[in-house]
């Protein structure tokens, strides 16, 4: 059963604390995606890749990083640079960027 | 590059009635439009899209949308709605040959269906 998979579904973290979110496709898409909701500002782009090896920044990048060291993987590492953290974080994955996404059930992480 | 506006930040609609959900976007090159919808604490699901040919593009649960390139939008009808279609509908844009291929989203707008 293919689909995208994010893990875990709440998150909560200290202040100052960096926390991984994972986001796995078993699609064989190329392009994967991290978005960042909040309510009533819609999705937010953080960073986006293409192709293994290689990722852009969004328009939300600082206090983020990520990396693409497999097709299938995509993980997100929210940093203790990041102001604001507190979040509903989404990852999603298409064949090629510009095509329809597939997203993954989202990860809420709390950072008190 | 390219924006989205959903004009709608919420829309309350009775049971059985008709509903239209306004999305607008700007570009100067051809597009690719989508509309998702999102139910609470999930993911986005894909509702339907328009890459190209026909402008009236149809979903499995009764939706339509129709792409206008004179008015530049891209609004989601369906005549009769249930319940169940309450939830948040997003409008996405892409950019095509010449353009960036990242999508842009709206920022939503939550559908409200009372009985």
């Known amino acids: 059963d293919g689909g995208i998979t994010q893990s875990p579904k709440y998150l909560f973290r200290k202040e100052g604390q960096n926390v991984t979110l994972s986001c796995e496709q078993n699609?064989?898409?190329?392009?994967m995606y991290w978005y960042r909701q909040d309510p009533g500002q819609g999705l937010r782009l953080i960073y986006y890749?293409?192709?293994?090896?290689?990722?852009q920044k969004g328009d939300i990048a600082e206090g983020y990083s990520v990396s693409r060291e497999k097709k299938e993987s995509f993980p997100l590492t929210v940093t203790s640079a990041q102001k604001n953290p507190t979040a509903f974080y989404l990852c999603?994955?298409?064949?090629?960027?510009?095509?329809?996404?597939?997203f993954g059930p989202g990860t809420r992480l709390t950072v008190t | 590059a390219q924006s989205v506006t959903q004009l709608d930040s919420q829309v309350p609609v009775f049971e059985e009635a008709p509903v239209e959900l306004r999305c607008n976007y700007s570009?100067?090159?051809?597009?690719?439009l989508f509309w998702y919808v999102q139910y609470p604490n999930q993911g986005l699901q894909l509702l339907l899209k328009?890459?190209?040919?026909?402008?009236l593009v149809e979903s499995i649960n009764g939706f339509e949308a129709e792409f206008n390139k004179s008015q530049t939008s891209f609004h989601l009808r369906k005549p009769s709605v249930h319940i169940s279609d309450t939830a948040e509908y997003f409008c996405?844009?892409?950019?095509?040959?010449?353009?960036?291929?990242?999508?842009?989203f709206g920022r939503g707008t939550s559908l409200i269906v009372h009985p």
């Open positions: 999603a994955s298409s064949i090629v960027t510009g095509h329809e996404q597939y």
């Open positions: 699609l064989n898409h190329d392009a």
């Open positions: 890749s293409q192709i293994v090896n290689d990722f």
């Open positions: 570009s100067s090159v051809s597009v690719y």
């Open positions: 328009y890459l190209s040919g026909s402008t």
């Open positions: 996405a844009v892409s950019e095509g040959s010449g353009g960036s291929y990242i999508p842009t």
